[in-house]
C-alpha cells in the first residue's frame, strides 16, 4: 500500500513562500500511470485542487493559482513539493498531498488511490 507523508512548516508569514514536501512510499513516483497532486482545504470551507505533476515530470496548476505556484519533484528522494509564493491569510489551509492514477485529479480526498494524513499551514504575521 502506497503511503504519502507531507512535510514542512506550521506557520508561514505574509507575503512569504510556503513550501511543502511530499515522501512517497512503496511506490516510486517516476512510475506510469500516476499524478501526484497536491489539494487544500480552508478553515470551513471546500477541498481545492491545487496542481498535479506527472509521472514523467510535467506540471499542472489550478488557473487561479498558475502566477504563484510551482510544484516540482526529485526522484532520487521519491519526492515531490509544492511552493506558493506570496501567500496571504486565505493561503491558510490543511494541505494534502495525494496520487491519482487516472487523471490530473480524482475528485473527492477519498477518490484518490493514496493520500497523506493532511498538515496544517497557517499564514500570519
Known amino acids: 500500500q502506497m503511503q504519502l507523508q507531507e512535510s514542512g512548516p506550521a506557520l508561514v508569514n505574509p507575503s512569504q513562500t510556503l513550501s511543502l514536501t511530499c515522501t512517497v512510499s512503496s511506490g516510486s513516483i517516476a512510475i506510469s500511470p500516476y499524478y501526484w497532486v497536491w489539494l487544500r482545504q480552508p478553515p470551513g470551507g471546500h477541498l481545492e485542487w491545487l496542481g498535479a505533476i506527472s509521472h514523467d515530470g510535467k506540471p499542472y496548476y489550478a488557473p487561479s493559482l498558475e502566477s504563484h505556484i510551482s510544484i516540482s519533484r526529485d526522484t532520487s528522494k521519491n519526492q515531490f513539493s509544492l511552493q506558493l509564493t506570496s501567500v496571504t491569510p486565505e493561503d491558510t489551509a490543511v494541505y494534502y498531498c495525494?496520487?491519482?492514477?487516472?487523471?490530473?485529479?480524482?475528485?473527492?480526498?477519498?477518490?484518490?488511490?493514496?493520500w497523506g494524513q493532511g498538515t496544517q499551514v497557517t499564514v500570519s504575521s
Open positions: 495525494a496520487a491519482c492514477a487516472t487523471s490530473t485529479m480524482c475528485g473527492a480526498l477519498s477518490d484518490y488511490n493514496s
